[in-house]
């Protein structure tokens, strides 16, 4: 196996990676969750608090101006759907979920970053995000409500992050090559032989988890220590069939050259670019969970501008036209020309593709489940092997 050498950054490929993302907000049954997601009427978060921001007012973010600064994964930058209001963005692109954390910490780097229910226990720590008075975001109610009243994005002081986009990762496969993989046992076939390719990202271990039925089927991040094991062993008898590890993007170009059949795991917005050149890859829920993204506030922001600029990014004729552009599904609206399987309705995503939530950078004490840190460790430690 080789590791993917190719320089195929998300800054190159202009797509993203699905940043983690998610929460525990599938808790309950599954009826209630599907319920929620058919409706968006139910109670809103919107008495958050507005400490941060005193004084500032509904009149003000509708008559701001200018031009904000984003944080963000590049394929969710469509100026047609978020720049279309009379605040404009300038986004620099999020390469790795991994250096956000370091990225935003510096005072006057960004107005505006791109978020994740996953990691919010990362960002909480840096004191740079500030809590957002979603009275002033006249379409934060639209948003489907289940993952509007996510506790994930709660802190001290109120809400610190507004849903932006829901995007399952999926397995690729080439549909000309290899029929679409159903078990995890089914990428151990012989045919298979270095012909797999895994992308390079810790998040990648609970979809293996969630693949191979090992942890909470409603909350893919509880795996417990003891369970992370059986992953890693899956791994090892997995390594004969990896071709490389890719970063984000680099699975479209081992698809196009015909180095790989099967990708696991990759997204909506990579399976065009994935399909040239004889391949025609199509997508399986194998392993899937999904990734929501959100928008947070720095504290030294333009905040009527960022108010603004957010309030457009979410309004539906923003979010449906970012989706239809970037392959992913809206948090108000149903996008259209979506390929299949995620093409569905959001509680039917949801279903098959439940959302991967908060887990902490370092396991406090008596938590029972791996930590960030423990699944860092993991993958650097099976990487460490090849």
Request: contains cysteine; hydrophobic residues 40%.
């Amino acid at each position: 196996m080789e590791l993917f050498e190719a320089g195929a950054t998300r800054r190159e490929f202009l797509r993203r990676n699905a940043a983690i993302g998610g929460t525990a907000l599938l808790g309950g049954s599954l009826a209630t969750v599907l319920d929620a997601c058919g409706s968006s009427s139910s109670s809103s978060s919107s008495t958050s608090s507005s400490a941060a921001h005193s004084g500032l007012t509904l009149a003000q973010v509708q008559q701001a101006s200018g031009t904000i600064k984003v944080y963000g994964w590049q394929f969710y930058e469509v100026p047609k759907a978020q720049d279309n209001g009379p605040v404009k963005s300038k986004w620099t692109p999020i390469a790795s979920s991994t250096e956000i954390p370091t990225k935003i910490k510096p005072p006057g780097t960004f107005d505006v970053f791109i978020s994740n229910s996953n990691q919010m226990g990362s960002f909480f720590p840096l004191h740079r995000m500030v809590p957002i008075n979603t009275s002033l975001l006249p379409n934060y109610d639209a948003i489907v409500a289940v993952l509007r009243n996510d506790p994930a994005w709660k802190g001290p002081g109120g809400i610190y992050a507004v849903p932006f986009a829901v995007t399952p990762g999926v397995t690729g496969y080439d549909s000309s090559k290899v029929a679409p993989p159903q078990t995890m046992n089914d990428l151990l076939n012989p045919d298979l032989k270095g012909q797999v390719g895994v992308y390079d990202d810790p998040s990648v271990l609970f979809q293996f988890a969630r693949g191979l039925g090992i942890g909470d089927p409603l909350h893919p991040q509880n795996i417990t220590p003891d369970q992370l094991p059986q992953v890693t062993d899956y791994l090892n008898k997995l390594r004969p069939q990896v071709k490389t590890l890719y970063p984000f993007g680099g699975e479209a170009q081992l698809f196009n050259r015909g180095d790989i059949k099967v990708a696991f795991q990759t997204f909506g917005s990579l399976l065009t670019s994935s399909s040239k050149n004889g391949a025609k890859v199509k997508a399986s829920f194998l392993g899937s969970v999904s990734f929501v993204d959100a928008l947070s506030i720095l504290n030294d922001a333009n905040m009527a501008a960022s108010y603004n600029w957010i309030n457009n990014a979410i309004s539906k004729q923003a979010q449906v036209t970012m989706a239809a552009n970037a392959l992913t599904n809206p948090v108000v609206g149903q996008a259209s020309g979506l390929p299949a399987p995620l093409n569905a309705p959001l509680a039917v995503i949801l279903k098959h593709a439940p959302v991967l939530g908060p887990a902490p950078p370092v396991a406090p004490s008596g938590y029972q489940y791996v930590s960030l840190e423990d699944l860092n460790n993991a993958w650097t430690n099976f990487k460490s092997n090849f």
